[in-house]
């Protein structure tokens, strides 16, 4: 887990198969191999003084807070099945709405008002699971958080401004988006209304490297990044350096190199709802132009990913195909390519990434 999370587990199941929801979107294989990483479900400000609900590989979460920390459990009682999100959390325990059952940090029950010295049944507790805290954002892992969280590191730098976008709701597959987040080619015909420009479509030569479990890919281009009512902040000649890193499954980090020293780092973080549903969370860091209102940048991240959404919720398959003979790549597809592969070695269906 990375230095900067904050986390607390709590770990009452043994997480596998069996936990799979009913009707799972997934096939079982990728369900359980995605299970094992975290994944974003909600922005820390979302989730004050009352519990929440949130999807995560079509599990319903509750997620709630005890004295400040981030939990998660599945969102049923365990009693008559009612939906834990529209409790409470009182002296320390989430109260579940229908009868008032009380449950611990550790899950399990501890008090039944209808029965206060009656016993309390041990199959009273929930299901949690894995939580932490990281670039204000709630992670969860189902399967226990025995993966690593993917890096993000400019998120701590000093002078580092800290922006956590809203959350953008997509009928798409997470690979399908990831896939395009790192596309370079797409950026003159998708995104002309927001900083490229159609004249402007030429891919230069750049490399891939793959790096840890993902990739690493550098691209120079003179495309440029600044919204297009600010184009004019350009120098003449100025070179626009992006580096995308991915971690699968569904993570990339882009930095842009902006001028007179400026980065952005920008986490695409897209979390697998359901199979072909997408909860994409993106915070950003910046060293520069910390006096423009922050709406601002949630306005022109809108734009672009609203962008992108309307093609990827067209593209068809809808799964992202990791075999690449299902799809014709062009010389401009090496991330893509490299993406597929890193998503195959671990182990995902050879049609499938979701």
Not at 78 to 84: F, M, N, V
Not at 101 to 128: M, V
Not at 260 to 284: D, H, M
Request: proline share 7%; charged share 20%; net charge negative.
């Amino acid at each position: 887990m990375s230095s900067s999370a904050q986390s607390h587990v709590v770990q009452l199941h043994h997480g596998n198969r069996q936990h799979m929801p009913k009707d799972c979107s997934f096939d079982a294989t990728d369900w359980e191999i995605l299970s094992q990483y975290w994944h974003p479900v909600a922005a820390s400000t979302e989730l004050l003084t009352s519990p929440i609900a949130a999807v995560l590989l079509d599990v319903r979460l509750v997620l709630y807070r005890v004295d400040g920390v981030a939990m998660a459990a599945r969102d049923v009682c365990p009693h008559r099945g009612a939906p834990l999100s529209q409790g409470w959390v009182e002296d320390g325990n989430l109260v579940c709405p229908y009868h008032g059952l009380a449950y611990g940090t550790d899950g399990q029950c501890n008090r039944i008002p209808s029965q206060p010295e009656g016993p309390i049944p041990d199959r009273l507790r929930l299901t949690s699971f894995a939580t932490c805290e990281a670039y204000g954002l709630i992670w969860v892992s189902i399967g226990g958080g025995k993966k690593p969280l993917p890096e993000f590191s400019a998120w701590s730098k000093p002078g580092f401004q800290q922006i956590v976008c809203p959350s953008i709701d997509i009928n798409a597959s997470a690979g399908r988006q990831t896939e395009g987040f790192i596309d370079v080619a797409h950026f003159a015909w998708i995104h002309h209304q927001s900083f490229a420009d159609r004249g402007n479509a030429v891919v230069p030569q750049y490399t891939v490297q793959r790096q840890g479990t993902g990739l690493r890919a550098e691209y120079v281009s003179t495309v440029c990044n600044f919204p297009k009512a600010f184009a004019h902040r350009t120098p003449p000649g100025f070179l626009w350096r992006r580096v995308f890193e991915v971690d699968v499954p569904f993570f990339a980090r882009l930095t842009v190199q902006f001028p007179e020293g400026g980065l952005l780092s920008i986490l695409n973080a897209a979390s697998p709802v359901s199979a072909r549903k997408t909860r994409l969370f993106v915070p950003i860091a910046r060293n520069f132009d910390h006096d423009i209102p922050v709406q601002d940048v949630y306005d022109f991240n809108r734009q672009i990913f609203e962008e992108d959404r309307a093609i990827v919720e067209l593209q068809c398959p809808e799964d992202l195909p990791i075999d690449r003979s299902a799809e014709v790549p062009i010389l401009a597809d090496r991330s893509s390519g490299a993406y597929r592969r890193a998503l195959a070695e671990i182990g995902l269906g050879q049609s499938y990434a979701s």
